[in-house]
């Protein structure tokens, strides 16, 4: 439903197929419009800190976090992403009110690894809204109810 999405600073498309950064020279970016306001924001395409292809999704991190009980627009031009061949664009309103807990939307690595692969990459969690370090100061990253870092 695209009229209750939790507000955050993720936006998630997901394709049929692996995405790829685009041929339209001049249209590389992603446009989100807040609709109330008037704000927008441009981000390009092949900005890997505000645009993260990931398999077959695209997340677009927005520079300031969508805000609650609003309407927003996102309008991406045609080739701008390969196998786009024509102009996409859709609407969705966020919550107005901020029910849901931040949840972890990507990781990498994902799925199970050892300590020792993961001591040769960098972790990395993507939330659904910004998050931000508790009291203790301490990240724990949990699998099946267990603290595995």
Known sequence: DLHDVE????????????????TN???????????LSE???EISVDDPDRCVFTGR????????ELRQGQTYSVFLPARSV???DVDFAFEFSTRPEDIAAPRAIFMHPHGRV????????????IFS????VG????????????IKY
Not at 136 to 144: L, R
């Open 39 to 41: 704000e927008a924001q």
């Open 57 to 64: 999704s695209v997340l677009i991190l927005p520079e300031s």
């Open 7 to 22: 507000r955050g600073t993720t936006i998630r498309l997901v394709f049929a197929s692996e995405p790829r950064i685009g």
């Open 82 to 84: 390969l196998g786009l």
């Open 129 to 132: 809204e910004a998050v931000a």
């Open 114 to 125: 050892s300590k020792v692969h993961v001591d040769t990459q960098v972790p990395f969690i």
């Open 25 to 35: 020279v001049e249209g590389l970016t992603v446009n989100i419009k807040n609709l």
């Open 135 to 146: 009291i203790a100061g301490d990240v724990h990253i949990k699998e099946d109810g267990v």
